[in-house]
């Protein structure tokens, strides 16, 4: 019978023409340093080297390579290697390859490129060349200097009063009539005139100030603050305002409301003189003030001594105010640094770390395409820097760099919204560049105490809460040579944030996709709502023209008021529920013929912005309100390149596909974010359960090993890994700590090794793995380590979403326990640890032994309080189930899905554990028929109830997040069994993959593509008038093991021939319905009866 033979075609000679041998059959393509193309800051001192292979024969692979490394790009067009000449090595690796050459240097460049050696020891032509650039290799290396604006104590309001205009009707009024009932929309106007005395240099001076409700302050006609929320004060830094002699402070303050409320107005403004004295100005009854509108602006620098005398309406800290306002950030920093260059430059690079963002600027040119650098960390431990070429940009002349900088989470003091996370470290900055010129010389420009700074246009700024733009206040030309700074303040050299300056381990933020709105409608006069038809992780694109002081509002929301129940047809104002309020972007304009405007150092999620304060292009506008030419949606996210598709005939799968897409994609941030607005914390759970779904999309190999340096570094002194890394909020409880969240510090190395053959990302994170474990064992009763939230937000039980209700959370977190064992013997195999792989086998066989005591009932059930799915599928995937045993455990998980209309149970945790054992143990149809769902609690009922992004709960409860990738895990299904492409375990790297494709349900056709570390590989099948055909590619130094289906292997064929006659393929065996082949690399084409 022919499934007894057995053939193979292993030599060129007989697989091909004799011709083909005259001719080099692979080709060196995409060379790498570290992951990536030419990167910029490698602070390795010997990187990594990779490259991939292209060739046009089956069954090619490489067996030697020769890697030369030159310091300039002349010498490697000559072939000459200065820096590393490796000669002929014997090898077929092409990844993960240690540079062995001379010693490098900070900043240095080096040019490279590689030739291979065939199968049939045939040399390829020299690759096109690479280069990477030498970040910072030692602390002694850097010469700059942290530098902050100079900080003092922001000014109490202690000593100031609350005064408003006199209301005429508080004089006529009965005595229970409460002094500060004001009606709503009265506008007040106030001044005070003082003098700074002619003789004295005013070092120092701030300002801070609150108003009920809101309103704006003036300092000789300049605007510096704008105020929105009494319980929300406000500080500006004002020196560069003063003037010698008479100075006037003016004010116009809103009462805003339904109803009559209290009103009024505080403020102190506090100069520090030369002689070391202290004047002080506050609110109180030398203030003036009147309540008819001035014609004109020059109430704002003119004092009007004709109007009356503010009354006091309470002292700090009493009466309605008697809690007292937050003191929100002050305006954001600007500093700048003006040189000049007087000869020809070579190449120029800049290393630069901003806390807690910064953007870098070079003549008024943005340094880079970057978003929000650099990458959150644990400051303390870790602080990241970015590197910028600058060569094409500099020549001989004046020259200025300049920066802003962002707080991010590294300071929330102020913010109007913060979610637990408490910080208030002052904002810094170290700039180093290196200059080298044409002949050969080098110059280090370096932060230092010679830089300036002053306040800037950014009045507020809030990770979680938005950004505030006032465009008046950046100064014209600040960014470029020839800019006066004089009265700018020197810059204060500081102390280092306590981290070791580290080169970006992950890609940064960038700007991707641009949404134009769908449609603008108005649901409240004067409120105009655009929807941008894409649920994302964005920030809006602003163009406007108005009248200078004029402002707008936009507020980002993933819904809108009036919808149908858990439906996204809403046609109100924007909902913030599950975004989080309050959260904003607010602008006002300088008065510029056309302005435009992007927010810096925030991002929300959102599929919807409402305006308010202007009015859309073509919209009718008879109150002369700023006119928005334009409003745009900018999606940002990590810039880690697309690297899979999946595709198949069921269109809904497609659509599924999308929606957990693009909440990945919303997600992708520094760190892999819960939801992209809320809350933009890195919940480790998510990461190594949809790890393989996103590795699966796109290239995740630098991003997860930066994930797993956020894990170290939040790791306690006794182990503990907690739920959260970086952990910016004093968390308590289960979302302190629980299990199965920190057994990403285990699981992401191994994922990282698995997909991408990363032995370092093992090595790196090995005691961190170690610590994790043993703190479990330390701290666990009888093998139970301390249980928190387990499977979360399950769904089925009818009760609130939240802490697992349906599998004990003890449970859950044993199996946690038991996996992170079983992988860190695993590790301690790979890495020649042997006592360690002892310690640890035995530990993982104590916890099974104690789990199935514990939790099986003997047949096929693991305790659980309603539904086993979860219990049941983290036994079995865990390897925790008697082998006897197994087949009825899975039984007993398939009947309560039958049972239940196919709806799945399982929550955040549970769900990938419950796919992967029913796809691998051949229920692909049950998968197929959970996933086909449309009704409540299904993929299939969020598509077709109009979401754009998974959202955060099975039930689409808009109360909720609608932009998290929790629950996406049905994404490596597809790839990996629909469409069959999916990684061997058993030959990490892509060496191997397995092409099994699931033709379950009516399904018709499915492909996927993955562009791996190795090359592009395919599994793209149809099924067709009884006949099964499967195109498969891959590239060079790899192969597959093909399960095709097929009624039998005499039917057969590829590429037209039968299959005994096929080159690059074997026959292996028939099983459960497949033929089982090996195959080679290469392209091929199947068919096979059916």
């Excluded at 010469?143 to 005064?163: F, N, V, Y």
């Excluded at 509108?293 to 003119?302: A, E, F, L, M, V």
């Excluded at 939230?789 to 449970?811: I, N």
Aim: charged share 20%; net charge neutral.
């Amino acid at each position: 019978m022919f499934n007894r033979i057995r053939f193979w075609l292993p030599s060129a000679a007989i697989l091909f023409p004799v011709w083909a041998l005259d001719a080099a059959a692979l080709s060196p393509m995409d060379l790498r340093c570290e992951y990536e193309t030419n990167p910029l800051d490698v602070d390795a001192p010997q990187p990594r080297l990779f490259w991939k292979l292209d060739s046009a024969e089956r069954g090619q692979r490489q067996t030697a390579w020769h890697v030369l490394a030159a310091s300039t790009p002349e010498l490697l067009a000559r072939d000459r290697g200065d820096l590393w000449d490796s000669g002929r090595v014997a090898s077929d690796e092409t990844t993960h390859l240690r540079y062995a050459g001379q010693p490098l240097k900070s900043s240095q460049q080096v040019f490279w490129k590689v030739r291979v050696w065939d199968q049939d020891a045939r040399p390829s032509a020299w690759s096109q060349p690479a280069s990477w650039t030498v970040g910072v290799l030692s602390p002694k290396d850097w010469q700059a200097r942290w530098i902050t604006r100079l900080e003092t104590d922001t000014p109490s309001l202690e000593g100031a009063k609350w005064i408003w205009h006199d209301e005429p009707v508080w004089k006529s009024a009965a005595r229970n009539l409460a002094k500060p009932n004001v009606f709503p929309g009265a506008v007040r106007f106030f001044q005070r005139e003082f003098q700074v005395p002619a003789s004295r240099v005013v070092r120092r001076a701030r300002l801070i100030a609150t108003a009920d409700n809101a309103g704006e302050l003036w300092l000789n006609g300049r605007p510096v603050v704008q105020l929105e929320d009494w319980q929300h004060a406000h500080s500006a830094e004002v020196t560069r305002h003063l003037r010698p002699g008479a100075n006037l402070l003016a004010a116009q303050i809103k009462n805003e409301g339904s109803s009559p409320s209290e009103a009024g107005l505080i403020l102190k403004l506090v100069m520090d003189l030369d002689d070391g004295s202290t004047v002080s100005v506050v609110s109180d009854d030398s203030w003036r003030t009147t309540d008819v509108r001035p014609g004109g602006d020059g109430w704002k620098q003119t004092s009007a001594p004709d109007w009356t005398i503010a009354a006091v309406v309470a002292a700090w800290g009493e009466r309605y105010w008697a809690k007292k306002p937050k003191v929100s950030s002050t305006p954001l920093p600007l500093f700048r640094k003006p040189f000049e260059i007087t000869q020809p430059i070579r190449r120029a690079v800049v290393h630069v770390c901003g806390l807690g963002q910064f953007d870098l600027f070079l003549d008024g040119r943005k340094a880079g395409d970057h978003f929000l650098d650099p990458a959150w960390s644990v400051f303390e431990k870790t602080a990241f820097y970015s590197t910028f070429d600058l060569t094409t940009q500099l020549r001989p002349g004046a020259h200025a760099f300049a920066v802003m900088l962002g707080k991010g989470f590294y300071n929330t003091a102020g913010d109007r919204r913060v979610h637990g996370v408490d910080a208030s470290r002052p904002l810094k900055l170290i700039l180093q560049a290196h200059l080298t010129f044409a002949d050969g010389t080098e110059r280090i420009l370096v932060s230092d105490a010679s830089w300036k700074t002053a306040d800037g246009p950014i009045t507020h700024s809030a990770i979680l809460g938005g950004e505030d733009f006032d465009a008046r206040k950046l100064p014209a030309g600040w960014d470029k040579p020839g800019f006066d700074d004089s009265a700018w303040t020197a810059a204060n050299e500081t102390s280092d944030p306590g981290g070791v300056l580290t080169a970006a381990m992950s890609p940064p933020l960038k700007a991707h996709d641009v949404f134009k709105p769908v449609r603008i409608d108005e649901p409240q006069p004067g409120k105009f709502v655009y929807d941008f038809g894409q649920n994302a992780s964005a920030i809006p694109r602003l163009r406007v023209r108005g009248q200078a002081g004029q402002s707008l509002r936009l507020t980002p929301a993933e819904q809108r008021h009036g919808m149908s129940p858990r439906r996204n047809d809403g046609k109100g104002l924007v909902n913030p529920a599950g975004v989080g309020s309050p959260n904003f972007f607010q602008y006002t304009l300088r008065g510029d013929a056309e302005e435009t405007w992007t927010p810096q150092f925030t991002y929300s999620g959102f599929q919807y912005l409402q305006l308010e304060g202007a009015v859309p292009a073509g919209r009718p506008n008879p109150d002369g309100k700023p006119v928005v030419e334009e409003l745009l949606s900018v999606h940002v996210r990590n810039a880690a390149p697309a690297v899979g598709h999946f595709e198949c005939s069921n269109p809904l799968f497609n659509d599924i596909d999308r929606i957990i897409d693009w909440a990945v994609r919303a997600n992708l941030s520094h760190v892999l974010t819960d939801c992209p607005h809320r809350e933009k914390l890195g919940w480790l759970e998510v990461s190594y359960l949809m790890g393989p779904a996103i590795a699966g999309r796109y290239d995740v190999a630098r991003f997860y090993s930066k994930i797993s340096r956020d894990c170290a570094d939040s790791q306690r002194a006794d182990g503990l890994v907690p739920t959260v890394a970086p952990a910016y909020p004093a968390f308590s409880g289960g979302f302190a700590y629980t299990p199965e969240w920190g057994a990403a510090a285990v699981v992401n190395p191994w994922l990282v090794h698995q997909w991408y053959g990363d032995r370092a990302a093992l090595e790196t994170s090995y005691a961190t793995m170690k610590g994790f474990v043993d703190y479990m064992a330390r701290t666990a009763k009888d093998l139970v380590p301390a249980p928190g939230l387990g499977d979360w937000y399950d769904y089925g039980h009818g009760k609130p979403v939240g802490a697992s209700q349906f599998t004990p959370v003890e449970l859950s977190a044993m199996a946690s326990f038991h996996r992170c064992a079983r992988l860190t013997a695993d590790t301690a195999a790979l890495l020649d640890r042997a006592d360690d792989q002892k310690k640890y086998s035995e530990l993982a066989g104590q916890i099974a032994r104690a789990f199935n005591a514990r939790y099986f009932n003997g047949a096929d059930e693991y305790k659980n309080l309603g539904s086993p799915q979860a219990a049941n599928s983290m036994a079995l995937f865990t390897g925790m189930v008697r082998p006897d045993r197994e087949s009825a455990v899975l039984e007993r998980v398939v009947q309560d899905l039958r049972h239940r209309g196919n709806q799945q149970t399982a929550g955040d945790i549970a769900h990938w554990y419950l796919l992967q054992v029913l796809a691998t143990r051949g229920r692909s149809d049950v998968i197929y028929d959970m996933t086909a769902r449309t009704n409540l609690g299904s993929y299939g009922y969020i598509v077709r109830n109009g979401w754009t992004s998974m959202p955060e709960a099975w039930d689409a409860n808009t109360g909720a997040s609608m932009n998290h990738c929790m629950l996406g895990h049905i994404q490596e299904w597809f790839t990996g069994w629909v469409a069959g492409l999916r990684p061997d375990p058993a030959a990490p790297g892509f060496r191997r993959v397995i092409i099994q494709p699931h033709a379950v349900g009516d399904l018709t056709w499915a492909r996927a593509d993955y562009d791996s570390i190795r090359g592009k590989m395919v599994a793209d099948w149809k099924k067709a008038d009884g006949r099964f055909a499967l195109r498969v590619q891959l590239p060079p130094n790899t192969m597959a093991t093909v399960f095709l289906p097929a009624k039998s292997a005499e039917g057969i064929e590829e590429g037209g021939q039968s299959l005994p006659r096929a080159p690059g393929v074997r026959f292996v065996r028939m099983e459960n319905g497949r033929a089982v082949l090996e195959v080679q690399s290469g392209s091929y084409r199947f068919t096979a009866p059916l």
